[in-house]
């Protein structure tokens, strides 16, 4: 079985390869090199080197906002995949319910991001200052979009959940694919569930951790 799948494995690759290619890579590839030319027009383009780096990096207003992008990219995708790992570690120990939690989870990945922004515009505009005012709490009675701080704070709180019920998923796979019998092995030797966990499972879940971390760059 193992030597037909290998044989068979580039055929049902190809066609995913080709169109990650075309809407992907070579997209990417020929954005990096007009980054490098003065054009306008992708076929009308001279290459001048550094000289859109240099002048970018000289704007404060860019620098700035390269510096919120980045620091939004990192604490975001820290924070979708500890979420999504926790997730998926708490419905992989056989609770009631877990097949309703895993698609209650990852339904806010099909909403489309026009409703999203509507949606959570009015949570952080509308109830959460109406809760605020009703509690007399001080960090709720303004609007959190009001404040840099704040709009990050909303921004990385609505990716964690849009995104965290997608990678939740692929945790979820990465848990079920570990042995059972390597896990009952590591407990007859004398481990918790815990150890178990971090010394045995995780180690074996690498591959879900990269393409987990691969999608949420992406």
Do not use: H
Not at 97 to 103: A, D, E, I, K, S
Not at 145 to 167: E, F, K, P, R
Not at 178 to 201: F, P, R
Request: charged share 10%; aromatic share 16%; with cysteine.
């Amino acid at each position: 079985m193992q030597k037909t799948l290998k044989r068979y494995f580039p055929i049902f690759v190809l066609p995913t390869l080709i169109a990650f290619s075309f809407a992907f890579i070579i997209p990417f590839v020929m954005g990096v090199y007009l980054s490098f030319c003065k054009f306008k027009t992708i076929t009308n383009a001279q290459f001048v080197g550094l000289e859109n780096y240099i002048k970018i990096f000289a704007d404060k207003d860019f620098v700035n906002a390269f510096g919120f992008t980045l620091k939004f990219s990192v604490v975001s995708i820290i924070t979708i995949n500890v979420f999504a790992f926790i997730l998926a570690l708490a419905l992989t120990r056989k609770i009631k319910g877990t097949n309703l939690f895993r698609t209650v989870f990852f339904m806010p990945n099909l909403i489309g991001g026009i409703v999203l922004g509507y949606v959570w515009k009015f949570v952080f505009n509308r109830a959460f200052v109406s809760l605020g005012k009703s509690l007399s709490v001080g960090a709720l009675s303004t609007s959190w979009l009001a404040t840099t701080n704040g709009a990050m704070a909303c921004l990385i709180i609505v990716s964690v959940w849009q995104y965290a019920g997608y990678m939740m998923l692929i945790y979820v796979a990465g848990f079920m694919s570990v042995s059972k019998s390597l896990m009952e092995a590591a407990q007859i030797d004398g481990c918790t569930k815990t150890q178990a966990t971090i010394n045995v499972t995780i180690p074996l879940m690498r591959s879900s951790f990269v393409q987990c971390l691969f999608l949420t760059i992406t």
